[in-house]
Nanobody, 120 residues
Framework: QVHVAESGGGLVPAGASLRLSCAASGLYFSTYAMAWFRQAPGKEREFVVLISWNGGNTYYADSVKGRFTASRDNANNTMYLQMNSLKPEDTAVYYC?????????????WGQGTQVTVSS
């Protein structure tokens, strides 16, 4: 059974940093592209970043480019999202998702989400 779980969210002031983790089990992690999405209250879920199966390619939303960095550790079936210079508009529930390579990507598995709140 596949299980995907995010952790690392919290309440931080604007300008602070957080690192989110996404641990996966029950799948061949290194054959999946992994992505982060987020959903703010009253808004649609939006794409944040995708990292390819070996970490060789990453694609960021313009809103986080230069501030967020995705990485992965295939030996430990874990993906990370380093978030720096956080802004109040980054406040959202952050979800990780897995998609089988190669593109086009369809996200087969999702986590339950972790709340990130950035105070002004």
């Amino acid at each position: 059974q596949v299980h995907v779980a995010e952790s690392g969210g919290g309440l931080v002031p604007a300008g602070a940093s957080l690192r989110l983790s996404c641990a996966a089990s029950g799948l061949y992690f290194s054959t999946y592209a992994m992505a982060w999405f987020r959903q703010a209250p009253g808004k649609e879920r939006e794409f944040v970043v995708l990292i390819s199966w070996n970490g060789g390619n990453t694609y960021y939303a313009d809103s986080v480019k230069g501030r967020f960095t995705a990485s992965r550790d295939n030996a430990n079936n874990t993906m990370y999202l380093q978030m720096n210079s956080l802004k109040p508009e980054d406040t959202a529930v952050y979800y990780c998702a897995a998609a089988v390579e190669p593109p086009p990507y369809e996200y087969d598995y999702w986590g339950q989400g972790t709340q990130v709140t950035v105070s002004s």
